[in-house]
């Protein structure tokens, strides 16, 4: 419902957003944040807290690697690899200090954010690395009969992937049987702390997979790439119906919630509204997702 007020604001204020061109820039500007969803909506769903804040960290830090290898004369191919296995490395720390160690997903996700992003910062001086090959640019700057080739190679096969997983695997049953009750899944032998580091690990490289689109997009790997991937990510899984208490949701919902946003922000950049306003919409949204789950949950209660 949304949505369909936005555009039909948007039909009327700015008539150049229903254009081709601009439906491929949507989807060009939505693949970083679909990539994150992606995984943030499977860390949501196992519930106990899960949260993972530190996506935007992962994506400028993987992104500096993936730019570093590739200068240094690594082939494109094998800088993403490992680019993407040091995202689920960044990821498994996440995880492990979680499962281990029993600290609350919101700390620690947010310390290691300030770290990784820290962490991308001194390593680059706060400048981009540029230089990057053009041929470094054929994932991220073309487009296949308006689509760009990145949602194509990536998004579109993720998200057939990991919907199959969710749906049709005892893993996928598994996960939303953490989310819905750790307890009980403990009880009746389920790996929850493995299916816990697991979801970790996967939204890691997902992160890291975002850099390299990012890097591809640019020909640069800018250290600030990552700015507001969290919130943005965390909002649109929420949005998209997955339950901040674990347990409920899905995928078809967080991408589309990704298109929303990525078309709101276009827009209300097309009708000159200043950003800080634009990220105090995203903040409302986040808030009013909380509130519309808990009533649904629990009923409305002081």
């Known amino acids: 419902m949304l949505w369909l007020i936005a555009l039909a604001v948007l039909a009327t204020r700015a008539p150049a957003f229903?254009?081709?061109?601009?439906?491929?820039?949507?989807?060009?500007?939505?693949t970083?944040?679909?990539?994150?969803?992606?995984?943030?909506?499977f860390v949501i769903l196992t519930g106990?807290?899960?949260?993972?804040?530190?996506?935007?960290g992962i994506v400028s830090l993987a992104g500096f690697t993936i730019a570093f290898?590739?200068?240094?004369?690594?082939?494109a191919f094998?800088?993403?690899?490992?680019?993407?296995?040091?995202?689920?490395?960044?990821?498994?720390?996440?995880?492990?200090?979680?499962?281990?160690?029993?600290?609350?997903?919101l700390i620690v996700t947010l310390g290691t954010f300030y770290a990784y992003n820290g962490l991308a910062l001194a390593l680059t001086g706060g400048a981009p690395i540029t230089g990057l090959p053009s041929s470094f640019g054929m994932l991220g700057q073309n487009a296949?009969?308006?689509?760009?080739?990145h949602t194509l190679v990536f998004v579109l096969p993720l998200f057939i992937v990991m919907m199959f997983i969710l749906t049709q695997t005892p893993l996928g049953r598994w996960i939303y049987a953490v989310g819905s009750n750790e307890k009980a899944s403990r009880l009746v032998g389920l790996p929850v702390d493995a299916i816990r580091l697991g979801v970790y690990v996967?939204?890691?490289?997902?992160?890291?997979?975002?850099?390299?689109?990012?890097?591809?997009?640019?020909?640069s790997a800018r250290p600030n790439i990552g700015d507001n991937l969290e919130l943005l990510s965390l909002t649109a899984t929420l949005l998209?119906?997955?339950?901040?208490?674990?347990?409920?949701?899905?995928?078809?919902?967080?991408?589309?919630a990704v298109l929303f946003f990525t078309s709101l922000q276009i827009g209300l950049q097309m009708l000159n509204v200043n950003n800080i306003w634009q990220l105090g919409v995203v903040g409302l949204l986040l808030i009013g997702s909380v509130l519309m789950d808990r009533l649904v949950r629990t009923g409305w209660t002081a």
Do not use: E
């Not at 094998?78 to 029993?102: D, E, K, P, Y």
């Open 18 to 30: 229903f254009t081709l061109a601009n439906f491929t820039s949507v989807l060009q500007f939505s």
């Open 32 to 41: 970083l944040l679909a990539l994150v969803t992606l995984g943030q909506t």
């Open 48 to 56: 106990g807290g899960g949260i993972d804040l530190s996506v935007g």
């Open 69 to 75: 290898l590739v200068k240094q004369g690594t082939p």
């Open 78 to 105: 094998l800088a993403g690899i490992a680019g993407v296995l040091f995202g689920g490395i960044l990821g498994s720390i996440n995880g492990l200090i979680i499962t281990r160690l029993r600290l609350l997903p």
């Open 144 to 149: 296949v009969l308006a689509i760009p080739l």
């Open 202 to 219: 996967l939204s890691g490289m997902l992160a890291a997979l975002a850099g390299l689109v990012a890097d591809s997009w640019l020909l």
């Open 240 to 256: 998209g119906g997955t339950s901040i208490f674990g347990g409920s949701g899905g995928l078809t919902g967080s991408l589309i």
